[in-house]
Structure formats: structure tokens, C-alpha cells
């Protein structure tokens, strides 16, 4: 993965969606902005605040990320971090157009830019180059072909449109799939697994999710000696619960956790909209009353 400026990064990264496997896509013919927002936690505190926004029109997408590390992490680190994605969803998965990154913190900063067209990476930039390291697994062109950049991968369609009535039984297929990530500098696979269909009532969201365990498998790009690569692809406690959205294909992330080297990290929503318009109990939006 891109994150080589220390914990600060690696933080953003899980919060920016890289712990992957967020969204589902609305049904083609739907249009409107679905936005979620998130506390991000370590071992129990807060440590900062993130944003999904997902703008949808006929079949093309256009989603931002943005994320920051508050209180005493914000101040040891100044971690923060915005990503961007545009493209179309072609048949059973998105075909990404344009992916950018940038997260800064108090080490370094990163940005990476991408053209994509048909799975195939058109153009890369990234600012600042990578660091060679003799263990660094060599990114060929056929790691950059048949892939998704990390936020086009949010994007996760089933083949169902959501009801009250369909919810639990759909929700299984959404945990089925293997995404190809190639964030600029990494090829990576996360694989998501059906675990259980569950009901939440939390601040931000009540209601059905799909809960999704998670498995990450390194490919190229990494450094293979690295402790840290061998800690997550060993790592079993990984999961991400879907929020299901009535009337569309499209679910949303409720909650993300990732076991880190030094803990349990977790994004929790504390807000889920549509057109601004917050979710109830029946995964719909609940309108005001006069």
C-alpha cells in the first residue's frame, strides 16, 4: 500500500476505505448523493473523523473520501487525507476513469493521480517517487491490468433491488467477492466473505447489515520482508457490516474494524443520507413531517 510516512498514514489509509469493502452501487437508472459520516477510533478512542460522498447520475459515479486525525493524534501526527474517483459501472463492476490521493501528516506527504480505461492503468503519477528497497516486490504491467483503484472498489453492485422484505437474503451476496486493488504503488486483493446478517441500532444508522469478514493478500509492490505485510495477511480480524439502502442496489458501511499492531482500529457512521435526507428503520429516508 502507498502508506510508507508511519502510523499516521497507515491510520488514514483504513479510514479512507483501504480496509475496502464500503459501497454497493445504486441501480443504474437512479440518481442522487449518498453521504456517510464516520467517527474513526483506536483501542477504544477517538482519533478522528471521516466523510464518504458518492454523487450518482444514470451510470457514471463520482465519489470523494476525506479524512482526519483529531485530538492528541491530529497532534502528534497532523494526519489527514482526501481521495477522489470517477468512471461507470459496466455490467457486473465499476470501470474506473480518474483516481487521486493525497495524505499528509507530519513526515511526508503523498499524492498519486491515475488514469484508467477498461481495468488498464493509462497514466501514474506519484509524488514522491517510491523508495527501492531490494525486498520490494517489482509492479509489472500485468499488475496494472483487470484492476480498481482503492476508491472505485467502494463500489460493489448486487444484482437485487434492496427492500425490507429481500434485505437479509441479498445481504449475504454482497460479501461475496474478491476486489483487485492497484492503489499506484501496490497490487492488492481484498477478498470479503459472508459471516452473518445482523441488526443495529446505532446513532448514525438502525436497521439490517450484512457482516463481511475481511482477508488482504499481498501481490506486488509491497515490501516482503516487511513485518507489517505478514502481520495483515495473517490477519483474521477484519470485518466490515453493509448497510443496505431500500430501493436501490446500493449499500453503504456502517462499521469497519481492522486489528492493527497496535490495536483495534474502528470507523463507525455516525450519520447515513440520502439527497440529505437521513436513514430509518425500514432503510429508507425518513422525511419530515408537517
Known sequence: MLGRSGW????????????LALVAFVSQAAAGTVEARYDISLMGFKI???TVK?????????????????????????????????????????APGTFAITT?????????RMAMSGGTVQALEVNPQIEPHPDRIAVTDAHRRNVLDPVSALLMPVSATLSRTNAASVS??????????????A???????PR????????????????????????AGHRANRKVTKFMEE??????????????????????????PIGLSEIEATSLTMDGVPLGRDMSPVRAQN
Do not use: H
Open 187 to 193: 497490487r492488492y486483493d481484498i477478498s470479503l466473505t
Open 172 to 185: 449475504a451476496n454482497a460479501c461475496r467477492r474478491t476486489l483487485p486493488i492497484f492503489d499506484g504503488a
Open 235 to 260: 490477519n483474521r480480524d477484519m470485518q466490515v457490516w453493509l448497510a443496505p439502502l431500500a430501493g436501490t442496489r446500493l449499500f453503504m458501511p456502517y462499521r469497519i474494524a481492522v486489528r492493527t
Open 48 to 50: 478522528g473523523v471521516a
Open 196 to 219: 452473518t446478517v445482523r441488526t443495529v441500532n446505532g446513532n448514525g444508522y438502525q436497521g439490517p447489515v450484512a457482516v463481511c469478514d475481511v482477508r488482504y493478500s499481498a501481490i
Open 54 to 94: 458518492a454523487d450518482i447520475d444514470g451510470d457514471r459515479y463520482d465519489l470523494s473520501i476525506w479524512a482526519k486525525l483529531t485530538g492528541l493524534a491530529g497532534v502528534m501526527t497532523s494526519g489527514k487525507g482526501a481521495a477522489t474517483a470517477t468512471g461507470s459501472l459496466d455490467g457486473s463492476r465499476p
Open 104 to 112: 499528509a501528516g507530519s513526515e511526508k506527504s503523498i499524492t498519486v
Open 8 to 19: 499516521s498514514t497507515a491510520c488514514l489509509r483504513a479510514s479512507a476505505g483501504a480496509s
